[in-house]
């Protein structure tokens, strides 16, 4: 398995524009999450979702949209980036959302807005 | 409500030394607390979790940790630290109800040759 994968690893954007950050699981996990991490911030959650065509806001969803069309696939949309969006994103999923439940996590993207 | 707290940014220790990584943290229920460890440039890699009975968890390369209801902690501990353990180490709770977990703010290890 390839587990949670992500793309791109690296991207440079100028306020104004917009982007896809895309996430991928082979596990079959029903819940998926997106976070940012700011340094010495730990992680921030931006959006997650139970399962496919459900998903709801975290702690810091503005400037960010998501959609599930199918339990593989979490794409996060940023619309209109700012130089506050400037941080590293990780998609992560679990089997299920239970507080026993390990987070897989993707290997990251690293976004620039200047 | 459920928050953890991570009180050292960075813990320095010395290759074959035990090192310990401290978390507390804070739930209206039965707590699951989990550690995970940060490579430079990767995601973050489960550690070890507890969810119930013994107070002491054991995880992967030799890590385990300690549950202490009474302290409300769940200190990270290696009995000897190698120079590759040197990396970024991020505390969880989940209250029982909830979906989410809550992440310290991470605290950087280094290890000295």
């Known amino acids: 398995n390839a587990g949670v994968t992500q793309t791109p690893k690296f991207r440079i954007l100028k306020i104004g524009q917009s982007m896809t950050l895309q996430c991928t699981q082979d596990?079959?996990?029903?819940?998926m999450y997106w976070y940012r991490q700011d340094p010495g911030m730990g992680l921030k959650l931006i959006y997650y979702?139970?399962?496919?065509?459900?998903?709801d806001k975290g702690e810091v969803p503005n400037g960010y949209n998501v959609s599930r069309s199918t339990t593989e696939d979490f794409p996060l949309r940023l619309e209109l980036a700012a130089p506050s969006q400037t941080s590293v994103y990780f998609c992560?999923?679990?089997?299920?959302?239970?507080?026993?439940?390990?987070?897989?996590f993707g290997p990251g993207t690293r976004l620039t807005v200047l | 409500a459920q928050s953890v707290a991570q009180p050292e940014d960075q813990v320095n220790v010395a290759e074959g030394n035990p090192l310990t990584v401290k978390c507390t943290y804070s739930?209206?229920?039965?707590?699951?607390l989990f550690w995970y460890v940060q490579y430079p440039n990767r995601g973050l890699q489960f550690l070890l979790k507890?969810?119930?009975?013994?107070?002491l968890v054991k995880g992967s390369y030799g890590f385990e940790a300690e549950f202490n209801k009474s302290q409300t902690s769940f200190h990270l501990k290696k009995p000897s630290a190698l120079v590759s353990d040197s990396a970024l180490y991020f505390c969880?709770?989940?209250?029982?109800?909830?979906?989410?977990?809550?992440f310290g703010r991470g605290t950087s290890l280094i290890v000295h040759p």
């Open positions: 596990m079959n996990h029903n819940y």
């Open positions: 992560a999923s679990s089997t299920t959302g239970i507080g026993t439940d390990t987070q897989y």
């Open positions: 507890y969810i119930t009975g013994d107070n």
């Open positions: 979702s139970v399962g496919a065509g459900i998903t």
């Open positions: 969880a709770v989940r209250d029982g109800g909830s979906y989410i977990p809550t």
């Open positions: 739930v209206s229920g039965n707590p699951y």
